[in-house]
């Protein structure tokens, strides 16, 4: 921990990568709260850093934070060179990443909950019980919104650790916007922003459209985002006789959405709840469109209840409900009322939602577990990880979703080689890194076809390299991990000092 009066250091981490076009959220959080404390993120690999700047990076192969003996070394790493004070993971999947390395710093760990990680990924095969681990050795469980509190709650997690902080906006970058000087005359023009995918309901929206042009009713719409669905919508625009009403804009940065958001009248969000059970938790969108003034048209759905209030912000209609949508857009013809309830959610995020409200909690929060949970605590000796956590990690493979083309393409080319292989931003993009960039010119019509066919063909790399795999001339891997394992079970503690690697060395007999 550091000296008294000394900033703390916060271990951000984000896996696999920082940071996804449409988690901007999650870079905004992590900025502003730079202010207070000395973040480090940690993610596996990075994309976007132009967008997405930070001062500090840290990229681990994945195996590091899976496998005990590798955890080790990259926990020692973290140690020596930041001397870290808690951990805040960026989603359920980022706190699984980091429970090994938790374990052999002794500080104590933030999750954020986003909605498809306790909607889904808790429930999933093999992930279950790596989530009731993460739940017993994590501190403090934050939910973006109240429903994804309850889903918490009913997946077991101890209450007393599970609080709400919905997420904010800048009101400094997402200022309200004067609407009332535009001509009455010209058409309504809709945004949507966010993935193309089932869960973002944009079919619903676009018959909703094609109902108004059909009453003679004059309506554009911008789409701004790309996934899996882009084929699909853009075939079921052109059979509404859409093309020329609906510009797929693709994806743009945080200044984009701010200045599609000024040139917009109304904000669409049709949420759905996902054949899977996948729910959002609060779009960051929805608040960020209600704070320039923006009327929001949206669904019942997850959070978005806590954030849009019907007839005063918005108008909210039942899930997959088109003729709903179509009425509250028929509504919002009326440029007035436009006007009256985007002031109404502009002031309603200035007095609920403000980031910098929000941000004041987070570094709160970190203080009380800092100065509550030291490393010397009886809660920091305790072992959370069961005997059985790499086996536990590696089952996760078998469920495709939830990995990256990235991630598999490092599981199969690293094989189990025994290398430190840690990176900061300044060294540069790797091999892998590199080749993930170039998705960014790929068509969309290709891109998402392209990834599920290369994502089943990776797995099954992997499986027959395991099948191949021979002992190396070191000592057997899955040994090292039980000794290592069994160290910290009985309490043992780190040892980094300068180039001293300590007990790293005594437990690997290697050091990097």
């Not at 899976?66 to 080790?72: G, I, M, V, W």
């Not at 009455?184 to 944009?202: C, D, N, S, T, Y």
């Not at 804009?249 to 904000?267: K, N, P, S, W, Y």
């Not at 091999?431 to 990834?451: N, T």
């Amino acid at each position: 921990m550091g000296s008294e009066g000394a900033r703390l250091v916060a271990l951000q981490c984000k896996f696999s990568a920082w940071l996804s076009w449409s988690q901007p959220f999650i870079h905004q959080l992590v900025s502003e709260v730079g202010r207070h404390v000395d973040n480090v993120v940690v993610c596996n690999r990075t994309e976007n850093l132009d967008r997405f700047a930070v001062e500090r990076v840290v990229r681990f192969p994945v195996r590091y934070t899976t496998e005990p003996r590798l955890a080790l070394l990259a926990a020692a790493h973290l140690q020596r060179s930041f001397h870290p004070d808690l951990i805040h993971a960026h989603f359920g999947w980022s706190g699984l990443r980091m429970l090994l390395m938790k374990q052999y710093l002794r500080v104590p760990m933030i999750v954020t909950f986003g909605g498809r990680d306790l909607g889904v990924q808790a429930a999933m095969p093999h992930f279950d019980r790596l989530y009731e681990v993460l739940f017993d050795a994590t501190e403090r469980l934050i939910c973006v919104s109240a429903d994804l509190r309850d889903a918490a709650l009913e997946l077991g997690a101890d209450p007393e650790r599970v609080m709400v902080i919905r997420r904010g906006t800048s009101l400094r970058r997402f200022a309200f916007v004067d609407r009332s000087e535009r001509p009455a005359q010209e058409p309504l023009r809709a945004l949507m922003v966010g993935r193309l995918i089932e869960k973002k309901g944009h079919r619903y929206a676009f018959q909703a459209v094609a109902e108004l042009l059909r009453e003679g009713h004059d309506v554009e719409v911008v789409v701004v985002g790309e996934g899996e669905d882009f084929s699909r919508l853009r075939r079921l625009a052109r059979e509404l006789g859409l093309r020329e009403r609906i510009d797929f804009a693709g994806t743009t940065d945080h200044e984009g959405v701010r200045t599609r958001m000024e040139a917009a009248d109304i904000l669409i969000h049709a949420s759905v709840t996902g054949q899977d059970g996948d729910k959002e938790g609060i779009p960051n969108v929805v608040v960020e469109a209600e704070a320039t003034g923006l009327p929001v048209v949206a669904t019942r759905h997850g959070g978005i209840v806590e954030v849009v209030r019907d007839g005063e912000t918005g108008f909210l209609v039942e899930e997959r409900d088109a003729g709903g949508i179509a009425a509250a857009l028929r509504r919002l013809l009326d440029r007035d009322l436009r006007l009256s309830l985007g002031r109404s959610a502009s002031d309603f995020v200035r007095a609920e939602l403000d980031l910098e409200k929000q941000i004041a909690r987070y570094v709160a929060i970190y203080g009380d577990l800092v100065a509550e949970y030291g490393r010397e605590s009886a809660r920091m000796q305790q072992s959370f990880i069961p005997e059985d956590f790499g086996a536990l990690m590696e089952r996760t493979l078998a469920v495709q979703s939830e990995l990256s083309i990235a991630e598999l393409g490092e599981r199969l080319l690293k094989g189990r080689s025994f290398d430190a292989g840690f990176a900061s931003a300044e060294a540069g993009p790797g091999l892998l890194e590199r080749a993930y960039g170039l998705k960014a010119h790929i068509p969309q019509s290709v891109k998402f076809p392209a990834k599920m066919a290369l994502g089943r063909l990776l797995l099954g790399a992997i499986a027959l390299r395991k099948r191949m795999a021979r002992s190396g001339s070191i000592e057997d891997p899955e040994e090292i991990d039980r000794r290592v394992a069994d160290y910290f079970v009985q309490g043992g503690r780190l040892d980094v000092d300068g180039d001293d690697w300590g007990v790293v060395d005594d437990l690997l007999h290697w050091h990097p």
